[in-house]
Antibody, heavy 118, light 107 residues
Framework: EVQLLESGGGLVQPGGSLRLSCAGS????????MSWVRQAPGRGLECVSF????????YYADSVKGRFTISRDNSKNTLFLQMDSLRAEDTALYYC???????????WGQGTLVTVSS | EIVLTQSPATLSLSPGERVTLSCRAS??????LAWYQQKPGQAPRLLIY???NRATGIPARFSGSGFGTDFTLTISSLEPEDFAVYYC?????????FGQGTKVEIK
């Protein structure tokens, strides 16, 4: 069974940093592209960042470009999102999601909540 | 970026009814569109991909159609577990974008 388990969320002040992690199991992690998708409270879904299976191809939403960095450690089956210069509008539930082929999100974690507030 | 507009925002229906949800793209996405279902407190679940293909384990009462800019998700007969929010999502162009959602609620 495919499982994705996010961690690392919490309360942080504006301008602060957080590092999210997502541990994958039940599948060959290195052969799948992965993404972070966020959902602000009571709002819709936003694709934040994408990384290819080998870690070389990455994409970012304009709203986070230059502030967030996606990475992965295939030896540990773990996906990361380094979030710097956090803003109030980054407050959201952050989901880790697996990209199938074709690239849609076929498995999701339960999310980790990031709250940016003073 | 490609904007996806879903309609209506909310549908109030009874179990057994047929449901048709709409998603319109601001520019063509070919057939590169998916539908997801999200229930309160849960992550989204992939229902349909590439406009008309059911994802693994999705019941046959869910079907999708469309091409270019206009897409439809149909639920042939609503089951109690189908009351949820439905999102469309395109992969035709980065950034991948979602619609704002349609809530299907019990009448």
């Amino acid at each position: 069974e495919v499982q994705l388990l996010e961690s690392g969320g919490g309360l942080v002040q504006p301008g602060g940093s957080l590092r999210l992690s997502c541990a994958g199991s039940g599948f060959t992690f290195s052969t799948y592209s992965m993404s972070w998708v966020r959902q602000a409270p009571g709002r819709g879904l936003e694709c934040v960042s994408f990384i290819g299976g080998n870690g070389y191809n990455t994409y970012y939403a304009d709203s986070v470009k230059g502030r967030f960095t996606i990475s992965r450690d295939n030896s540990k089956n773990t996906l990361f999102l380094q979030m710097d210069s956090l803003r109030a509008e980054d407050t959201a539930l952050y989901y880790c999601a697996r990209d199938m082929t074709p690239p849609y999100f076929d498995s999701w974690g339960q999310g980790t909540l990031v709250t940016v507030s003073s | 970026e490609i904007v996806l507009t879903q309609s209506p925002a909310t549908l109030s229906l009874s179990p057994g009814e047929r449901v048709t949800l709409s998603c319109r793209a601001s520019q063509s996405v070919s057939s590169y569109l998916a539908w997801y279902q999200q229930k309160p407190g849960q992550a989204p679940r992939l229902l349909i991909y590439d406009a008309s293909n059911r994802a693994t384990g999705i019941p046959a009462r869910f079907s999708g159609s469309g091409f270019g800019t206009d897409f439809t998700l149909t639920i042939s007969s609503l089951e109690p577990e189908d009351f949820a929010v439905y999102y469309c999502q395109q992969r035709g162009k980065w950034p991948r974008t979602f619609g704002q959602g349609t809530k299907v609620e019990i009448k």
